[in-house]
C-alpha cells in the first residue's frame, strides 16, 4: 500500500458536482493498492497517518501528530467550527511503474475489488484512532481541492 500524505488547511473533493468529503484542517492522503496488499497494510497506514508527528507545537517544531490536534480542536471547538480530520482519495495511480517506455505500467495494483475492500477498511481504521474520516468515491473521476500547508509532503509505503 502506498500513500501521499499531505498535511493540509482545508481540503475537498467533488463528484459530477458533488462535494463528497472535505476538512478544514488534517491530512489529504493519496491511498493506493497494491497487488499483494492486505488488512495488516491498511492497519500499518492507519496507524502511521493519525500518528505521524508533522503538525507544529508552541515551539513551531513539528511534533504533533493528526490526533494530537483533533483531540485539541474538539476540546476547543464552537458549534459550527470546521473538521478536523482526514480526507482520503483512491488513487491506483501511485502503483504505477514508469521506469521503461512511456507509457505507465500498473499490474502492481490490487484488482479493483480487492482495491475498494482495503481502502473501506483503511477508512473504518482511521475512525478508530479517533478521526474524522472523509472521502472521495472509488474509482470515480474527482476533482480534488487542497491547500498544502507548509508545504508538507510525505510518502509512505506499507512494504518499505
Same mark, same amino acid.
Given at each position: 500500500m502506498k500513500?501521499?500524505?499531505?498535511? $493540509?488547511?482545508?481540503?475537498?473533493?467533488? $463528484?459530477?458536482? /458533488?462535494?463528497?468529503?472535505?476538512?478544514?484542517?488534517?491530512?489529504?492522503v493519496y491511498l493506493? $493498492?497494491?497487488?499483494?496488499?492486505?488488512?495488516?497494510?491498511?492497519?500499518?497506514?492507519? =496507524? @502511521? $497517518?493519525? /500518528?505521524l508527528r508533522i503538525f507544529k507545537d508552541a515551539g513551531g517544531r513539528m511534533n504533533l501528530s493528526l490526533k494530537d490536534i483533533a483531540a485539541d480542536a474538539d476540546a476547543n471547538a464552537d458549534a459550527g467550527e470546521g473538521l478536523v480530520g482526514v480526507l482520503t482519495i483512491s488513487q491506483f495511480t501511485l502503483l504505477?511503474?514508469?521506469?521503461?517506455?512511456?507509457?505507465? =505500467? =500498473? +499490474?502492481?495494483? +490490487?484488482?479493483?475489488?480487492?482495491? @475498494?475492500?482495503? =481502502?473501506e477498511f483503511f477508512k473504518v481504521k482511521i475512525t478508530e484512532q479517533g478521526l474524522k474520516s472523509e472521502a472521495g468515491v472509488f474509482q470515480a473521476h474527482m476533482d480534488v481541492r487542497y491547500i498544502n500547508d507548509g508545504p508538507v509532503t510525505i510518502i509512505l509505503d506499507s512494504k518499505s
Open positions: 500513500a501521499i500524505i499531505q498535511r $493540509v488547511r482545508e481540503a475537498s473533493v467533488t $463528484v459530477e458536482g /458533488n462535494v463528497t468529503g472535505s476538512i478544514e484542517m488534517g491530512l489529504l493506493g $493498492v497494491a497487488a499483494d496488499d492486505s488488512e495488516k497494510d491498511a492497519e500499518w497506514m492507519a =496507524y @502511521k $497517518v493519525a /500518528n504505477a511503474d514508469a521506469r521503461k517506455g512511456h507509457r505507465p =505500467y =500498473y +499490474g502492481d495494483a +490490487g484488482d479493483p475489488e480487492k482495491a @475498494k475492500t482495503l =481502502y
